[in-house]
Nanobody, 123 residues
Framework: VQLQASGGGLVQAGGSLRLSCAASGRTFSSNSMGWFRQAPAKEREFVAVISPSGGTTNYASSVKGRFTISRDNAKNTVYLQMNNLKPEDTAVYYC?????????????????WGQGTEVTVSS
């Protein structure tokens, strides 16, 4: 699976962005997908995960209620809608694919990664 993330940018606090992650590979619809982020001088952290069908999702407590993960298997694309952004959301955001349908909350659980897209939230 090859992943290409896009949609990052500079936004003011309280604003919104939608990230996209386009996947290639015929097993996309069989894999759980996740979003992670990494702020400067910090470790990569879990943001959200979605099941292969899109019917089940889970979020980090820091983004719950503000971010929404979704997917369109016909387009081989997973999305992260980010609302009410805060300066502490500033990071490089990565999409990642698992090799199966199970959920994972550690970067070590994901063998496939996109290149990252930068999100900067100004106060």
């Amino acid at each position: 699976v090859q992943l290409q993330a896009s949609g990052g940018g500079l936004v003011q606090a309280g604003g919104s962005l939608r990230l996209s992650c386009a996947a290639s590979g015929r097993t996309f619809s069989s894999n759980s997908m996740g979003w992670f982020r990494q702020a400067p001088a910090k470790e990569r952290e879990f943001v959200a995960v979605i099941s292969p069908s899109g019917g089940t999702t889970n979020y980090a407590s820091s983004v719950k209620g503000r971010f929404t993960i979704s997917r369109d298997n016909a387009k081989n694309t997973v999305y992260l809608q980010m609302n009410n952004l805060k300066p502490e959301d500033t990071a490089v955001y990565y999409c990642a694919a698992k090799s199966d349908y199970s959920f994972g909350y550690s970067p070590r659980n994901y063998p496939y990664w996109g290149q990252g897209t930068e999100v900067t939230v100004s106060s």
